[in-house]
């Protein structure tokens, strides 16, 4: 199968004083288009470092980060927008939903950023099993609707790539079930998955558990 | 769904504090819309008030000169008088084409109001052909002409009989002067000779208005009176003159006043837009990581701080037109001297100069609070708790 994200010694490190602290260091990871990966690990263990990487939010001190083809490494914060916007839909622990967009403008909110005709919105939101909340706002609708609005709005721009940071976080079991299903539905639909998350449970969900401790990947 | 539509719905998150701002700007472009309407329509006023001078210059009687731009333009009272003799010499004068004496003094009347009484001539008359007078001018010594509104005030019309306090006799209203919308609607008018006889001045007159025969040579004649003893010359520019440099300290001060308020306000927006910025640090930062560029972001915030002074502008604009009366009043009482028209007169321009003032204010005070915004990082939205 062929390869959407090859990341080569990737290093992210900071100074403090006189030291240099690594938040990542030297990770090797590839993933497979179409495959779902959990990233676990405790508090501190880089996790987040690396999945700013890897959702090129952020770029690497040091090390190769190959996406779709592209070199991500030394690229301006200009071109990787472009870059997020082609192929990465970002899910977040806090929604971050506006408060004051009804749910289809807030799904539609990516497409404001960028001139794309295609607006598949109402379609979406049939996916994710919201057609019903299309003029709701936020407060009107539960944690789990919140965040599958937020899901829907990751997919608006058909990205390659699922990043998703504690997806469910936020949500009591009936509804984080409700999220996990909604993931494992869009991975059979053939997307790649990527879940940050500090819950092993969570985690077992996904083809594949890289675990991190101190900076470095301990399992691939 | 547009860029504006996102930046508006934003600013009703916080209707407290956006309407606070919004109050601030209000303030601060109607405090610059009515300063810059005063300025238009007392220069309006002054010139207008001059032009019904009908004559181009004045000859009075020595004296402060501050003093007598306020009486030639209001009325007043003047102690020193020119004679008859004095009009007949200027007649005389090289390039003079008419020399018209004039009566001016006050009385107090009953209801407290001090009215200033006007003697005129034919030949006054005819320095204001504008005039409408509806019946006749003057009948015979007893006859008085009233502006039209002063007399419905007092109940009167054309043959009503009415009396000066501590003057033997009455008077007939033969003529009632239409209104002229000048200082001219303030006085009594009473012939010559009466209004010399009650004030116990006879053959004397307060004023002479002289018009030229050619304009140019005004200085030529402005020496020729002043070489009657005791006698002075006032050109139309130099009332003016007088009447501008007692405004400029007082313009100068309301333009500091002004220019404060207006700084203060855009201190509010930028105060206000900041805040708004950190307090939706990781919801930019979403922004961010779901496509906006830092331009969309800068253009966000910008747009919303726009929008925010636009909208303060206007309320300004709109509560100062409605107060315009309001202000004529308080400025009034404020000025050193103040013509009788319209102080506050404001056309499309200072409309146009207002809403611009406000765009402004929102482009400069908005320009920092966007550039934050801009800078934000995406992994904002992604830091862990």
Same mark, same amino acid.
């Given at each position: 199968?062929?390869?959407?994200?090859?990341?080569?010694?990737?290093?992210?490190?900071?100074?403090?004083?006189?030291?240099?602290?690594?938040?990542?260091?030297?990770?090797?990871?590839?993933?497979?288009?179409?495959?779902?990966?959990?990233?676990?690990?405790?508090?501190?263990?880089?996790?987040?470092?690396?999945?700013?990487?890897?959702?090129?939010?952020?770029?690497?001190?040091?090390?190769?980060?190959?996406?779709?083809?592209?070199?991500?490494?030394?690229?301006?914060?200009?071109?990787?927008?472009?870059?997020?916007?082609?192929?990465?839909? %970002?899910? %977040?622990?806090?929604?971050?939903?506006?408060?004051?967009?009804?749910?289809?403008?807030?799904?539609?909110?990516?497409?404001?950023?960028?001139?794309?005709?295609?607006?598949?919105?109402?379609?979406?939101?049939?996916?994710?099993?919201?057609?019903?909340?299309?003029?709701?706002?936020?407060?009107?609708?539960?944690?789990?609707?919140?965040?599958?609005?937020?899901?829907?709005?990751?997919?608006?721009?058909?990205?390659?790539?699922?990043?998703?940071?504690?997806?469910?976080?936020?949500?009591?079991?009936?509804?984080?079930?409700?999220?996990?299903?909604?993931?494992?539905?869009?991975?059979?639909?053939?997307?790649?998955?990527?879940?940050?998350?500090?819950?092993?449970?969570?985690?077992?969900?996904?083809?594949?558990?890289?675990?991190?401790?101190?900076?470095?990947?301990?399992?691939? | 769904?547009?860029?504006?539509?996102?930046?508006?719905?934003?600013?009703?998150?916080?209707?407290?504090?956006?309407?606070?701002?919004?109050?601030?700007?209000?303030?601060?472009?109607?405090?610059?819309?009515?300063?810059?309407?005063?300025?238009?329509?007392?220069? !309006?006023?002054?010139?207008?008030?001059?032009?019904?001078?009908?004559?181009?210059?004045?000859?009075?009687?020595?004296?402060?000169?501050?003093?007598?731009?306020?009486?030639?333009?209001?009325?007043? !009272?003047?102690?020193?008088?020119?004679?008859?003799e004095d009009v007949e010499r200027?007649?005389?004068?090289?390039?003079?084409?008419?020399?018209?004496?004039?009566?001016?003094?006050?009385?107090?009347?009953?209801?407290?109001?001090?009215?200033?009484?006007?003697?005129?001539?034919?030949?006054?008359?005819?320095?204001?052909?504008?005039?409408?007078?509806?019946?006749?001018? /003057?009948?015979?010594?007893?006859?008085?002409?009233?502006?039209?509104?002063?007399?419905?005030?007092?109940?009167?019309?054309?043959?009503?009989?009415?009396?000066?306090?501590?003057?033997?006799?009455? /008077?007939?209203?033969?003529?009632?002067?239409?209104?002229?919308?000048?200082?001219?609607?303030?006085?009594?008018?009473?012939?010559?000779?009466?209004?010399?006889?009650?004030? !116990?001045?006879?053959?004397?007159?307060?004023?002479?208005?002289?018009?030229?025969?050619?304009?140019?040579?005004?200085?030529?004649?402005?020496?020729?009176?002043?070489?009657?003893?005791?006698?002075?010359?006032?050109?139309?520019?130099?009332?003016?003159?007088?009447?501008?440099?007692?405004?400029?300290?007082?313009?100068?001060?309301?333009?500091?006043?002004?220019?404060?308020?207006?700084?203060?306000?855009?201190?509010?927006?930028?105060?206000?837009?900041?805040?708004?910025?950190?307090?939706?640090?990781?919801?930019?930062?979403?922004?961010?990581?779901?496509?906006?560029?830092?331009?969309?972001? /800068?253009?966000?915030?910008?747009?919303?701080?726009?929008?925010?002074?636009?909208?303060?502008?206007?309320?300004?604009?709109?509560?100062?037109?409605?107060?315009?009366?309001?202000?004529?009043?308080?400025?009034?009482?404020?000025?050193?001297?103040?013509?009788?028209?319209?102080?506050?007169?404001?056309?499309?321009?200072?409309?146009?100069?207002?809403?611009?003032?406000?765009?402004?204010?929102?482009?400069?005070?908005?320009?920092?609070?966007?550039?934050?915004?801009?800078?934000?990082s995406p992994m904002e939205?992604?830091?862990? !708790?």
């Amino acid at each position: 199968m062929a390869y959407i994200i090859k990341a080569e010694n990737l290093s992210k490190s900071y100074k403090r004083g006189s030291e240099t602290v690594y938040a990542l260091q030297e990770a090797n990871l590839v993933i497979n288009a179409g495959e779902f990966i959990s990233i676990v690990g405790p508090s501190g263990s880089g996790k987040t470092t690396f999945m700013n990487m890897l959702g090129c939010l952020d770029t690497p001190s040091s090390g190769g980060y190959l996406l779709n083809g592209t070199q991500i490494a030394g690229l301006k914060e200009r071109d990787l927008v472009k870059v997020r916007q082609e192929n990465i839909g %970002f899910v %977040f622990q806090q929604f971050y939903l506006l408060p004051t967009l009804t749910v289809k403008e807030n799904v539609e909110l990516p497409l404001l950023f960028q001139n794309k005709g295609l607006n598949r919105s109402k379609e979406i939101l049939e996916t994710v099993g919201l057609s019903h909340r299309y003029t709701h706002l936020p407060k009107e609708l539960s944690g789990g609707e919140m965040q599958r609005v937020a899901i829907a709005r990751a997919l608006i721009n058909s990205p390659k790539i699922l990043l998703a940071d504690e997806p469910t976080g936020n949500l009591d079991t009936k509804n984080s079930e409700k999220v996990i299903t909604l993931f494992r539905e869009l991975h059979r639909l053939g997307l790649t998955i990527i879940m940050v998350t500090h819950n092993p449970e969570l985690a077992r969900i996904a083809d594949r558990i890289i675990t991190m401790t101190d900076g470095r990947i301990k399992t691939a | 769904m547009k860029f504006f539509s996102v930046a508006l719905k934003n600013l009703f998150r916080r209707r407290m504090r956006t309407g606070l701002t919004l109050m601030g700007i209000a303030i601060g472009i109607a405090m610059l819309f009515s300063f810059m309407s005063f300025n238009q329509g007392y220069q !309006e006023s002054l010139r207008k008030d001059l032009r019904n001078m009908g004559a181009h210059m004045l000859a009075i009687a020595k004296g402060c000169p501050y003093e007598a731009t306020s009486m030639i333009l209001h009325g007043g !009272e003047i102690k020193d008088y020119l004679t008859s003799e004095d009009v007949e010499r200027i007649r005389q004068m090289p390039n003079v084409a008419s020399a018209v004496g004039m009566f001016m003094n006050q009385k107090i009347f009953p209801h407290g109001k001090t009215l200033v009484v006007y003697g005129l001539d034919d030949a006054a008359f005819a320095l204001k052909p504008w005039w409408v007078v509806k019946g006749d001018k /003057f009948l015979d010594e007893r006859s008085v002409v009233l502006p039209e509104e002063m007399a419905t005030e007092l109940g009167l019309s054309i043959g009503s009989t009415w009396s000066m306090p501590g003057v033997e006799g009455e /008077f007939t209203v033969t003529g009632l002067l239409e209104k002229t919308g000048s200082q001219d609607d303030q006085f009594i008018y009473l012939p010559l000779v009466t209004a010399q006889q009650i004030f !116990e001045a006879e053959g004397k007159v307060t004023s002479i208005a002289i018009t030229l025969e050619d304009i140019s040579k005004i200085q030529d004649v402005v020496k020729s009176v002043e070489s009657l003893p005791d006698v002075q010359a006032i050109t139309m520019s130099q009332v003016l003159g007088t009447a501008q440099t007692l405004m400029n300290s007082a313009q100068a001060m309301i333009t500091s006043i002004v220019a404060i308020a207006v700084l203060i306000s855009a201190l509010g927006v930028m105060n206000s837009i900041l805040m708004s910025v950190f307090e939706r640090t990781r919801e930019i930062g979403m922004m961010k990581a779901v496509g906006a560029s830092q331009g969309d972001v /800068f253009a966000l915030v910008w747009i919303e701080s726009v929008l925010l002074t636009l909208t303060g502008g206007m309320l300004g604009i709109g509560a100062a037109i409605a107060a315009g009366k309001l202000i004529d009043g308080a400025l009034r009482g404020l000025l050193p001297f103040a013509p009788s028209g319209n102080l506050v007169a404001f056309d499309g321009q200072i409309v146009m100069v207002s809403l611009a003032a406000s765009l402004f204010l929102g482009i400069v005070s908005g320009a920092y609070p966007a550039f934050r915004a801009s800078q934000l990082s995406p992994m904002e939205a992604i830091r862990s !708790e």
